[in-house]
């Protein structure tokens, strides 16, 4: 049992704030039991942790980051997509067959992730069976919660990255039976990259792998023009890019799609139909020059949209910043788009940085009594004057102007995580 | 004569970067005498700063900055402009007339732009004649390059916030008389905050005023549409609101015009003829949902073109953000205007930053012989592996990925300054 007292906020719908000025958040077995203005008379003997004026929010989200290129975060963005791919990203891949390698930068990403207050992930690995077990090891040290997915590809991928069909699904089966249920917060997550890279038999043999295991699945979904004419010319059968996952059986509500950001209305209905989880990635979308995810439509079709950083084509590690680049990239789709699409708020960035996220890992991100208790204990005393500023004007302000300096508390399932070594 | 030693990178022109690996930058009475891989024979004997693999670039240039908005950055952006106006912009800047809070205010944003190694800003302050002095005054004392704005407005403006007409010329004047050759570092600039809040006489007579001392010329120019309608109402018999502030005698080489998002080709024209600098804040563009700036168009017509962060609008003092979010602005205007206009590369967004903004402080923002040498060291060994990156490589990550913390040294014409207090 544990006691935080601070000022509380959270979300419990997209549309507001819930604030606890000066309250106690009371955390039971891992889980929140409640959070009160005044401590119920049978907790009074209890031990309060008091962050005096700080902010107790829950934890971050990333519902899609590539560890092996966080070693390439900011790098090679004056490139095209295909130039970048083929000069930073399968190249560095490559390396995770290496075990010391794979250990050495995978906890750099269990740092940088811990650092921005990100107590889930949900996170691609690279094709190599035992490179992914060590970022499962490693984040499970760390104490972070954690999906990762060892990648499968078995077409158009570079001679030096890229697997057999029937030994890619062997050692993805292998993996599975290793893993499902190894850690308590880490889990494999199915992963083909996308559809160019994995054929039929692939995509349909992870499928049933998934069914059999009740395993997640996490893919790309249309993130780039010319991504998207690809796909159409190597499946002219399917009448869509979601159509093909859903032909293949990938497409449910075990599955988060990153991206989505040139899809149809069909497909849209499609993902809200399955109950698919589609993770944005402005930063990323930015970078890579794809385009804007016009949020606001899959919201409007009741799709579940929650945040990703895309590292490497993201080059932030924090949720909080892609919470303000989310609503940025909301108002510059209205700007462009007939000014009819609603930006985003600061309520709504934020639930899906963390609740909409959250939901991926059952009771996560919320403050609501049962969820599991992830916290961040929030200084914001860098960013300049309280005394004038609301609770959710500070919040807003950390989400803008703050940094990992600004996080001073991060809990997962009620247990304070320190710094991975 | 200063001796600093490390990887140092620059930009002559924006197409590429100079780049000496573990060369010598040497200064001389404030200014820039050479740059050499090898010491030269004279030179042996004077004292050498070594940063060891650290970078040495020039310092940052930010050509748009509201000071007393500084207070607010990060708030109230979920708001559309004139909300965010009314409650929090015009409020806030009244303050200033307490010199009291000036002081304290403005000392943090001297701060502010020290920690992120900001040596040179073009700055507003408010209609206050003794709160502009101040922040001269405190700039002056950090040692920080600057231009600092007295506003004017004399219409369309809160009644707690307005100036008489003939008052605002008669203490522009004297202000201008009492700070003009005050300071080494400091100078006045003349200050319209916009076409909407000047009336004609006013325009006019700043202009007069700039004539008469020879004094710079900062404003706002078609930053929104609904403000560029509101102009055009206004001002029916000019054809274009960039005609507007020709007619008053306010667009020259020695002016800079903060947003220019959405100008036609004919102002566009005009303004490269004029020798005006536009000061691109796509920061502030994107909070405010005004669009993207075609940096492209103006590049191409001959405009020069630097950055501004656009504080309070913008939420970021870091110009190396600012330039990460001018390419990719630049990614989002390639995308949504026909594909047609090249997005920046990092290095002409590192030109943006510094060499094209330092030309309104004459020769800074380079490292070429005679420049003025304002330089920041750059530890970017928080930021990644360093071994297997080049100079170029490690500058790009230190933009996307780098925070304050990697700046260890700044010098402003030579001289280390320290964090102000």
């Keep these: ?142 104490g972070i919660g954690a999906y990762v997915g060892k990648v499968n590809m078995d077409r158009n991928s570079p001679d030096f990255y890229i697997e057999d069909t029937d030994e890619s699904l062997e050692k993805t089966e292998e993996w599975i039976l290793e893993t499902k249920d190894k850690y308590e917060l880490v889990k494999p997550i199915i992963t083909p990259r996308f559809v160019p890279t994995c054929s039929e038999k692939l995509m349909k043999g992870l499928a049933e792998l998934s069914d059999k295991y009740n395993i997640k699945v996490q893919s790309h979904l249309s993130e780039n023009e010319g991504e998207v004419e690809w796909v159409k010319s190597l499946h002219p059968e399917f009448n869509s890019y979601a159509a093909i996952y859903d032909g293949m059986g990938l497409l449910n509500d075990r599955t988060v799609m990153a991206h989505t950001v040139h899809n149809t209305d069909e497909e849209i209905k499609l993902l809200s139909k399955r109950g698919t989880i589609s993770a944005h990635c402005p930063n990323a979308n930015y970078n890579l020059s794809s385009g804007i995810m016009p949020v606001r439509r899959f919201l409007d079709a009741g799709v579940k949209v929650a945040l990703g950083t895309d590292v490497g084509a993201g080059h932030q590690v924090g949720i909080y910043k892609v919470m303000s680049q989310a609503i ?89 995580i320190s710094e991975p070594k």
């Design 1 to 142: 049992m544990k006691i935080l007292k601070g000022n509380i906020i959270y979300t419990v719908v997209p549309e507001k704030f819930e604030v606890y000025e000066n309250s106690y958040l009371v955390e039971i077995d891992g889980k929140v039991s409640g959070v009160y203005k005044h401590l119920p008379e049978e907790l009074k003997d209890v031990e309060v942790e008091d962050f005096g004026d700080s902010l107790i929010i829950p934890g971050f989200v990333d519902m899609h980051f590539h560890a092996p290129q966080f070693q390439n975060i900011g790098l090679g963005l004056d490139e095209e997509l295909l130039p970048w791919l083929e000069k930073y990203t399968f190249p560095e891949e490559a390396k995770y067959d290496n075990e010391e390698y794979a250990k050495r930068l995978y906890t750099n990403v269990a740092k940088a992730l811990w650092k921005n207050g990100t107590t889930r992930a949900v996170l691609f690995s690279t094709i190599h069976k035992n490179g992914t077990k060590i970022l499962m090891d490693v984040l499970d040290k760390a």
């Design 328 to 416: 940025e990239a909301s108002k510059m789709n209205w700007f462009y788009n007939g000014k009819s699409e609603k930006c985003l708020t600061t309520s709504e960035a934020f639930y899906m940085g963390t609740k909409a996220g959250g939901e991926f890992f059952e009771k996560v991100g919320s403050f609501e009594k049962g969820y599991t208790m992830d916290a961040l204990v929030i200084n914001d005393e860098s960013l300049g004057d309280k005394d004038f500023r609301s609770i959710e004007e500070r919040l807003q302000r950390f989400i803008y102007c703050g940094d990992d300096r600004n996080i001073i508390r991060r809990y997962v399932a009620g247990k304070l």
